[in-house]
């Protein structure tokens, strides 16, 4: 008797299983070499079916051996383009030929294997497919409890979990006994297994290193070398399923969804209830006969059966996006938009008319608004979003209405200033809290306070920026803007810059006031009322100098001393603790200058300007050059 194995039932040990029972006793086995080049490629890919194969094959070796059978490996290994092709059957046709070549019996688990032989005429043995490793229950169940979000669990590590509350969460030890490597490995097989055999879970994503699984209302991350340093499982489920009526403003935030299809931001920090929202909010509007639809990777909303959940077409969500204008749901909740790509696809479908709601990690309710900044158009935003709502530990704390409206930022008062504002409005009391335009070509949020004090705090930070850049355009020394209200504002300049900022005519300074809506008075730092004395030194973007003098203006602080280097074209001091602040710049007790420090933590004095020379000099003479930070 010729027998010729597939590589499913080599896998399955059904071989050596019929050897033992006595069925192929004396029969000669011919294993394929095709089957042995794709175990080969399973081990090596760190399949445990590889491993199984290969083991199998060692079983059937010392059957031969005993004389129980005769074995022989037979035919060719596929080629390269045959081995990925596997999934199309070119390795499985080899192993029909070598079974037909030989007038042997191909045993398989595989069905469609056995057919499509049947079909051609050979004998088939098919065997039913051994399942191995499925558990009927999760294995890790018994470490949730009522109040467990999740479980941390790691070769090497106690088993952790997060418990508590909404926004009360305690990550803790739940067992004094380290996880062993072998136990993790047993764990996270019989996970993977269990969703892929039960029809209450499936595989969400399965790459080398990583399995991501939904199984009942757990989602479970499965790490694995050379992805992760050791096996981790890290499992998550809900403790809580809400309706809208357990939130405040619930009645308010009904009939804003119900009155027109929106677009809303769910924002909030990680774990503090945003997609247990969503879940809340899908619920009602297919209770209230909208068609709903969700979008997620993984698929993890605990929603009834009404609602279907889609997940990354072909692994991509704009494919997703492209199905479901066809399927024309009214509402579609979109968990969890991140990406750029993520805030393009909610983008289209909101602007294809489908009501949207978004799940965005964010630390503030403004800042899940001002991720959409940059990624679409300005004046879009409040087409695309027109509601913010942001939980904190579980409730309902801010809610956002986002609308336009062409007008005169709060803060400026030339008429000619008018432009598109988006404003940023508490949706309980009406109230501005943000405003978000272009301010000079630039995209500026600013916040909007109760008092005038406040009101003025986030334009004048803006416009003293912008006057500041716009000076240093043309200034070559150290920029000081002082602000005298919202129309006015004095800038003091080094003596040698006064006729390039003024420009003749008083012509540059004229066109940067009609840019900036504001009055601007040049004056020079010796005119400054808390400030002495001149600058012959000046720097660039990496530190300014502002003053020099001959006298220290900060007491008896000897300050830190630092080693300037000497360059080309500067002479550079590091101040890397004191980034963006003033400071003084001594040799010994001798006040030398004041100076910002730049970004790069330092500042740059030119070469060739007197105090680069005084500067020089005083290293020179090896006196120590120190920094104190200056007085406000």
């Known amino acids: 008797m010729n027998v010729v194995p597939d590589t499913s039932s080599v896998i399955d040990g059904r071989v050596s299983e019929r050897v033992e029972d006595g069925s192929y006793e004396g029969a000669t086995v011919l294993v394929p070499e095709a089957v042995v080049g794709e175990l080969e490629a399973q081990a090596n ?26 074995l022989t490996y037979v035919g060719r290994r596929p080629e390269p383009a045959e081995k990925g092709a596997a999934s199309e059957g070119d390795i499985d046709a080899i192993i029909r030929d070598v079974a037909e070549d030989h007038d042997a019996t191909l045993l398989t688990s595989d069905v469609v294997q056995s057919e499509v032989a049947r079909a051609k005429g050979i004998a088939v043995e098919y065997v039913e497919p051994v399942t191995r490793g499925v558990v009927e229950e999760l294995p890790i169940a018994d470490y949730f409890t009522e109040e467990t979000m999740s479980v941390h669990l790691k070769a090497g590590t106690k088993p952790k979990a997060k418990r508590g509350t909404l926004g009360e969460m ?91 299809k929106r677009g809303v931001l769910i924002s909030g920090s990680p774990g503090a209830g945003k997609s247990t929202f969503a879940q809340a909010v899908a619920e009602f509007l297919n209770d209230n006969d909208y068609a709903v639809k969700t979008m997620e990777k993984p698929r993890d909303l605990q929603v009834g059966p009404e609602i279907t959940q889609y997940g990354a077409l072909g692994g991509d969500m704009a494919n997703t996006a492209d199905s479901l204008l066809l399927v024309r749901p009214d509402y579609t909740i979109y968990d969890e938009v991140r990406k750029t790509a993520d805030f393009e696809v909610f983008s289209d479908m909101r602007m294809a008319g489908v009501g949207m709601v978004g799940v965005v990690h964010a630390s503030r309710a403004i800042d899940a608004l001002q991720r959409l900044v940059g990624r679409v158009e300005l004046g879009m935003i409040p087409q695309i979003v027109d509601t913010v709502v942001y939980i904190e530990a579980g409730e309902v704390h801010t809610v956002y209405d986002v609308d336009t409206e062409v007008k005169v930022p709060e803060g400026l008062t030339a008429e000619d ?46 416009a003293k920026k912008e006057i500041e850049r716009e000076i240093r355009s043309v200034a070559r020394g150290h920029v000081d803007v002082e602000l005298q209200g919202r129309e006015t504002a004095i800038v003091y300049v080094e003596e040698d810059d006064i006729s390039y900022v003024i420009g003749k005519g008083g012509g540059r300074i004229s066109d940067i006031e009609d840019r900036l809506g504001i009055d601007i008075d040049v004056r020079t730092h010796s005119e400054r009322p808390d400030r002495s004395g001149g600058s012959d030194g000046g720097a660039n973007g990496s530190g300014t100098t502002s003053t020099a003098g001959s006298v220290p203006t900060n007491g008896g602080d000897r300050g830190t001393v630092v080693e300037p280097e000497i360059t080309s074209r500067h002479v550079v001091i590091p101040v890397e603790e004191q980034v963006g602040e003033t400071v003084e710049v001594r040799a010994g007790d001798d006040y030398l200058f004041t100076a910002t420090v730049g970004r790069g933590g330092e500042v740059q004095v030119s070469r060739g300007s007197a105090i680069a020379e005084e500067l020089e000099d005083a290293i020179d003479r090896k006196r120590p050059i120190s920094v104190v930070p200056a007085r406000g």
Do not use: C
């Open 170 to 260: 305690r990550y803790e030890v739940i067992e004094e006994e380290v996880t062993s490597d072998e136990r993790m490995n047993e764990w996270a097989t019989a996970i993977v297994n269990l969703a892929r055999g039960s029809n209450e879970g499936f595989v969400e994503l399965s790459d080398e290193g990583m399995d991501i699984v939904q199984y009942r209302n757990y989602r479970i991350a499965v790490a694995r070398p050379p992805f992760a340093d050791g096996i981790e499982i890290t499992a998550v489920r809900p403790i809580a399923k809400t309706t809208l009526d357990d939130y405040e403003s619930a009645d308010e935030l009904r009939e804003r969804f119900l009155e027109s």
């Open 417 to 462: 200033l008018a432009r598109p504002v988006i404003r940023v409005r508490d949706f309980e009391t009406g109230r501005a809290d943000y405003e978000i335009y272009t301010f000079n070509r630039q995209v500026v949020t600013v916040p909007i306070g109760d008092d005038d004090g406040e009101r003025e705090s986030g334009v004048s930070r803006i």
């Open 45 to 70: 890919d760190g399949h445990d079916a590889g491993w199984d194969g290969l083991s199998e094959l060692q079983r059937l070796a010392e059957f031969a051996d005993a004389g129980t059978i005769e």
